[in-house]
């Protein structure tokens, strides 16, 4: 049950996009269109922002979104607010035996 | 409006035994899948354990020593950890699944496995 690969960190100036990457294989995000992102403020618990690749929860801005090619998957956020500063993770549906499988988590500090 | 509530966290030693709880409220629970992940100090989300209706299922790293299970009746999500290991602290989340996808999360308990 290896993880998701994401970069370590990635930054932003506020009004600008960034994007973080999450490599799998086709077993896990390759294989199904389940994946998604959680933001996670320190000390909080996690908070779904994208599910089903590109679907976006009720209540989270359309700055968020999400896409896949491939063996990897993506998060975009546009407009970067100072509130996004966060850790985000991906996930990803890896079949009845794996069944899930986190990234490593990337930390976005917004500059 | 969901709430999941996790309880049972605490100190014990290598080798002993914790439960978890995890209360729900807000939905019904027996139609959800549910799950349990843990995040180690200052590491990353590690997906634990899922039931679903009839199945139940083990990241690697927990099978054989932890045991998912639900009452219906109570609304609540159980995790037994029996012969624990220092790589076992964590703090423990359960959450209720969506659209597979984890959908609500509880607050956490933190457990810690030390002499």
């Known amino acids: 049950q290896s993880a998701l690969t994401q970069p370590r960190s990635v930054s932003g100036s506020p009004g600008q996009s960034v994007t973080i990457s999450c490599t799998g294989t086709?077993?896990?995000?390759?294989?199904?269109?389940?994946v998604s992102w959680y933001q996670q403020h320190p000390g909080k618990a996690p908070k779904v922002m994208i599910y089903g690749v590109t679907k976006r929860p009720s209540g989270v801005p359309d700055r968020f979104s999400g896409s896949k090619s491939g063996n990897t998957a993506s998060l975009t956020i546009s407009g970067l607010q100072a509130e996004d500063e966060a850790d985000y993770y991906c996930c990803s549906y890896a079949g009845s035996y794996t069944y899930w499988v986190f990234g490593g988590g990337t930390k976005l500090t917004v500059l | 409006e969901v709430h999941l509530l996790e309880s049972g966290g605490g100190l014990v030693q290598p080798g002993g035994s914790l439960r978890l709880s995890c209360a729900a409220s807000g939905f019904t629970f027996s139609n959800y899948v549910m799950s349990w992940v843990r995040q180690a100090p200052g590491k990353g989300l590690e997906w634990v354990s899922t039931i679903n209706r009839g199945n139940t299922y083990y990241a690697d790293s927990v099978k054989g020593r932890f045991t998912i299970s639900r009452d219906n009746s109570k609304s609540t999500l159980y995790l037994q950890m029996d012969s624990l290991r220092a790589e076992d602290t964590a703090v423990y989340y359960c959450?209720?699944?969506?659209?597979?996808?984890?959908?609500?999360w509880g607050k956490g308990t933190t457990v810690t496995v030390s002499s």
């Open positions: 086709s077993s896990d995000v390759g294989g199904y269109n389940y």
């Open positions: 959450a209720e699944e969506g659209d597979y996808f984890m959908d609500v």
